[in-house]
């Protein structure tokens, strides 16, 4: 199982390609069998671990969330092309490296709000409305995206006016500031990161409102400069939600780099057939990133919870806690090899 699962989830080898694979070495294995035993290993043991990192994910108190598309084939009610959602919710920078993956049909608000029930803290999210509401939550705007629908618009131009001084490089400008004063924080504590912010990007943040509320008259409100004005006016109050924490990021990306490899992955192997199958894809996703981000070797790792979950008893939290993937008891056979660079 654990070979099947590394392959299909860190390789981006589908199910079909492996039956090929194992074929060629004389060694009959239907993708039915194969399929069977990925939803045995992750709706048997391996959600397990998911649920109980869960629990460890929202005692934290700052998150981060994204979602992207997901084709389920086989969903009651529902034709074969309608389009589901994967949702990825992990932690910051502080606190064990969590990663979680959500399977869900809609892109409804209810899912975030669900899922993140119990929850108290900030929220790193884009500019979807669908975050909205979530009970004792801040939500933390994303500049990486704010500065994207000014480039749009700057490459929106006719090339022999994007040399000039046009307004959509001076709401560029304005954001490259606050990613320079970001780099230069790299490596401060969060309370000296909180009183810079303070003192270096908090001017830059007002006048650039100033700015925006120049400009918002001037411009078409369609336009692609019209819609990185009204994107930044209408998400300020979470754009410079950042300045309230000096643990907190100026954007989004670290959610966005954490959903990344199922996107790569959804290029292979195109969709889910069943709802069951993308659930445990969810799960597995969910242990796979969750030991890169801590350092282990996935097929190591995983090789290792299949040979002890079996034996746990499965109550027993403390003894499930010493094998997540941030856990210090795990043998070194499950961490990654570091390469010299």
Known sequence: MAYIMSQKYVESMPLYRQEQQFASLGIELSRQTLANWILYGANTWLSLLYDRMREHLLKQDIL?????????????????????YLWLYRTGREGPAIILYDYQ?????????????????????DGYAGYHGIPDVTLVGCWAHARRKFDEALKALPESKRSSPVAAKEGLNFCNQLFAIERDL????????YQIRQERSRPVLDAFLAWLRTQKPKVLPKSAFGQAILYCLNQWEKLEAFLQDGRLEIDNNRSERAIKPFVIGRKNWLFSNTPRGAKASAIIYSIIETAKENGLHPYSYLTYLFEKLPNLDMKDKDSLDQLLPWSESLPLTCRAIKKNT
């Not at 790299?186 to 990161?193: A, I, L, M, S, Y």
């Open 186 to 193: 790299k490596e401060c504590t969060p309370e000296e990161r």
């Open 64 to 84: 981060h969330a994204d979602e992207t598309t997901l084709q389920v084939l086989r969903e009651p009610g529902r034709a074969a092309q309608t389009t589901s």
């Open 105 to 125: 049909t809609t892109r409804a608000s209810k899912h975030p709000r669900q899922f993140l029930s119990g929850f108290k803290g900030y929220l790193h999210v």
